[in-house]
């Protein structure tokens, strides 16, 4: 049941993404509140799954990596959702419902295999340090994904290519304040991650630091994006260069926490 | 009576040349062409792309050298322009109905599609009322011209997406901002150019502006109809601190807006992005500014670039509203000829009805009847007239209806010599 409601919510991101793919092809403006309305429909399916993680025999921890992944694709298209209300930014669903509709997809692949637990005995740290983790995550790869949006339409604005559209791009004002916002945001929820990670490691191993790569990678991560906030919003960084930045530390933070936690 | 349309326009005359006779109040000049004895009826629609008078003329000859010596001399030049038929273009009849069509639709425009010409026609036109210089058939021309370019609005897309530079300007500061609520705009000079384009964006939502100008007197005028404040050029660098779109166009053989002054404010702008526009030629703008960081520079030909872009899409819209054109200039040309047909008609019953009442008293004359029998005669030849004329009055009455109406109606006049004043008199 899990597994078949984490396909169909990766089927419904698929289809918001060739929903809103066609609404930019046609053009169509209309496709594209349906494309939202898709990824509506999606993240409430997707979290009819996790409502139902207690229910599987043996209950599946949010800090599988396959379940971790699955939340933080959708605390990343929820937070694109709250973005869209306020601002004309529909064009991020060409972004991150693929992301969502991978995560989602290979989640679901992986849900019925989940790895031994490594959870035992250390209260609720774990689940803490997946869910504020996760959470600074998604929030961040929004800030990325707005950031690869942000620097496309700046190079087009600069050389003069832009063509008028009937289905407009989000502005660069729109795509500046995600980068504001995702960072003041994600930025505490990684450092909360990062302590509760600790917290996790002092409870069960009796030190807050034990040096393995997860961690070690952890926080170079944690000093990058603090490093960027502060090019941000201390030394006045400009919106291109901070665009820049979301992608490359994005990068170097799904490294850091999921390739290197694969690896591992 | 013929019309006749003399003007020039951005594909024949540049700038210097079309700014020479631009007019912006035409009413004294439409009262010195409506009492020439060779003009009718006269429309003078001017604007920074065109300047063209539209007459009414039964001497198309006398008319042409009338108009051509009246744009060299009369205009608001300060001295006359040499060679100027070198840049002026004529349309009569068909051709000055479809040409004007294409104007108010937009479709003779620097960039197709743009919306302001059809209100500027409609100024021209009441212009021309009010001077009581527009008569019966161009009143006729213009009002099909306003349904030709309403048609090609509507039932077309050419106006969907803005395409003017104005628009296009918006258009960009909308990729750029989010809102245009709450940004400044400091506008450099004050012409006719840049209040158009700060008009449009006034329209999408920018909320303050500054206007800067060498005369602060006209910063002042337009600052009051814009609702903006008015300072002299000296202020640029305290403005600028402050603008997030930069809208230029000035005269001036340098930059007015140099690399070295944004560089002095770009400490207090904080970042933040700035939209410039520089209509100017020579450029107003250094262009050196467009490689810095946050810094969007768009001159004319940038603009126009982009509007052209969108024109090129639009090919398959501009056939079909040419189609559109055509239909009306078609039904305007059957007007036309009707018009020229109701006289033809009335001349041949009068010239039969003539003939036959003479035929009649002729006869009572000759007491081949008697007097008593002649309101019964009449009754019979009437309707022995009526039967004959019915088929060739409806044939001609329907065919004016076509542009090719003309051809029966020489055919009818020739036929029933109409216009031979002997005729009448000829006898049996």
């Known amino acids: 049941m899990i597994t078949m409601l984490d396909q169909l919510a990766a089927a419904i991101y698929l289809t918001a993404l060739l929903v809103a793919a066609l609404a930019y092809a046609l053009p169509r403006p209309v496709l594209l509140r349906v494309s939202v309305g898709f990824l509506v429909l999606g993240a409430v399916v997707h979290l009819a799954t996790f409502s139902l993680f207690h229910t599987a025999d043996p209950p599946i921890p949010l800090t599988d990596l396959p379940a971790a992944i699955s939340f933080m694709c959708w605390i990343a298209v929820v937070f694109s959702l709250i973005l869209m209300s306020r601002v004309r930014l529909e064009a991020l669903i060409l972004l991150v419902a693929p992301i969502a509709f991978l995560g989602t997809f290979f989640a679901a692949l992986q849900m019925g295999n989940p790895a031994p637990a490594t959870t035992q005995g250390s209260g609720s740290w774990p689940h803490v340090h997946v869910l504020l983790g996760g959470a600074g995550l998604a929030l961040l790869g929004v800030s990325g994904l707005a950031g690869i949006l942000f620097v496309i339409e700046y190079r087009n604005l600069k050389n003069r290519r832009l063509v008028e559209r009937t289905v407009r791009l989000p502005s660069l004002e729109a795509l500046d304040q995600v980068n504001r916002v995702s960072l003041l945001l994600g930025f505490p929820l990684i450092t909360l991650g990062v302590v509760s990670g600790m917290l996790w490691l002092s409870s069960v191993h009796d030190s807050f630091w034990t040096g393995s790569l997860h961690e070690t990678f952890s926080l170079m991560a944690w000093m990058v994006y603090a490093i960027l906030l502060g090019a941000r919003f201390a030394l006045g960084q400009s919106a291109r260069r901070a665009a820049v930045s979301a992608v490359a530390g994005f990068l170097f933070l799904f490294f850091s926490v999921v390739v290197v936690e694969v690896i591992a | 009576m013929k019309v006749l349309l003399v003007g020039m326009n951005h594909n024949t005359a540049p700038v210097e040349v079309r700014e020479r006779i631009f007019i912006d109040d035409p009413a004294p000049l439409l009262q010195k062409l409506k009492h020439d004895p060779d003009i009718e009826e006269v429309v003078l629609l001017s604007t920074c792309n065109r300047t063209e008078i539209l007459v009414g003329t039964r001497s198309v000859d006398a008319a042409r050298v009338r108009l051509h010596s009246f744009i060299a001399n009369d205009m608001p030049s300060e001295r006359p322009i040499q060679g ?12 000055a109905m479809g040409h004007l069509m294409r104007v108010a639709s937009s479709l003779d425009s620097m960039v197709v599609g743009e919306p302001q010409i059809a ?26 011209a306003f349904t030709a370019a309403k048609r090609v609005r509507t039932e077309t897309q050419i106006a969907e997406r ?25 506008m450099i000079g004050a012409g006719e150019m840049i209040e158009l384009a700060m008009k449009s964006l006034r329209g999408a939502g920018l909320s303050s502006l500054a206007v800067a100008n ?12 814009l609702g903006g404040s008015a300072h002299g050029l000296d202020e ?11 809208l230029s166009c000035i005269g001036t053989d340098r930059p007015v807006l140099t690399r070295e002054q944004y560089d002095a404010t770009v400490e207090r ?17 250094d262009p050196e500014l467009a490689e810095l960081d946050n810094v969007f520079l768009y001159d004319i030909d940038d603009l126009g670039e982009i509007a052209r872009a969108n024109t090129g899409r639009r090919k398959r819209e501009t056939e079909r509203a040419e189609q559109i054109i055509e239909e009306e200039r078609q039904r305007l040309e059957g007007w036309f000829v009707a018009l020229r047909a109701a006289p033809t008609i009335k001349t041949l019953r009068a010239r039969v009805e003539e003939i036959r009442n003479r035929e009649i008293d002729r006869a009572i004359q000759r007491s081949k009847f008697d007097p008593s029998e002649r309101e019964e005669l009449d009754a019979i030849t009437r309707s022995i007239v009526n039967k004959i004329l019915h088929a060739p009055m409806t044939t001609l009455k329907r065919e004016a209806e076509r542009e090719e109406g003309l051809a029966y109606l020489e055919a009818a006049r020739v036929l029933f010599a109409i216009d031979d004043e002997d005729e009448s008199d000829e006898d049996d």
């Open chain 2, 84 to 95: 100027v038929e070198d840049y002026l273009y004529e349309y009569i009849d068909g051709e």
């Open chain 2, 269 to 285: 702008h904080r970042n933040r992005p700035i939209f410039v526009i520089d209509l100017g030629v020579p450029r107003n703008v």
């Open chain 2, 162 to 186: 803005p395409v003017s530079v104005a628009r296009v300007g918006v258009s960009l500061a909308s990729q750029i901002f989010e809102s245009l609520e709450g940004k400044q705009a400091l």
């Open chain 2, 214 to 225: 060498r005369t602060v007197a006209n910063a002042e005028a337009l600052a009051e109809d």
């Open chain 2, 236 to 246: 640029l660098p305290e403005l600028l601190e402050r603008a997030d779109i930069v």
């Open chain 2, 119 to 144: 209100g500027q026609s409609k100024d021209a036109y009441a212009a021309a009322v009010e001077a009581g210089s527009c008569g019966p058939i161009l009143s006729r021309l213009f009002q099909t």
